[in-house]
């Protein structure tokens, strides 16, 4: 059986969707049901930079220069298309 996990989108007018855990979510997040943005997907542009409570693993070393670069002042900030997501999650857009 499939585990599933939920992903909110608080502050936003989003519903929470909830999706098989440990897929993608640049395969599953469209403009239509979230407000994160993605570009390159592969965790080199920066786009889809947002904030993130809940359960995921921690950030690979690539991911986690790029967060030092992007928001140094963000503890939860994570690159949405690097996300590895385990449990329910909330996931807020930051603007870069
Ligand atoms: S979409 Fe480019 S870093 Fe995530």
């Known amino acids: 059986m ?7 989108f608080p502050e936003s007018d989003f519903l929470p969707i909830s999706l098989e855990c440990h897929q993608s979510l640049s395969e599953h997040l469209t ?3 979230s407000p994160v943005l993605f570009g390159c ?3 080199i542009c920066g786009t889809c930079l947002v904030e993130v ?5 921690p950030p690979q070393s690539e991911e986690q220069e790029m967060l030092e670069t992007l928001a140094p002042n963000y503890p939860h900030a994570r690159l949405a298309c690097q996300l590895d997501v385990k449990g329910n999650v909330e996931i807020r857009r930051l603007k870069g």
Do not use: Y
């Not at 499939?2 to 909110?8: G, H, Q, R, T, Y």
């Not at 409570?53 to 693993?57: A, M």
């Open 31 to 33: 403009i239509q049901n």
């Open 41 to 43: 997907r592969t965790g």
């Open 2 to 8: 499939p585990e599933f996990c939920k992903i909110s």
């Open 53 to 57: 409570i809940g359960d995921i693993s």
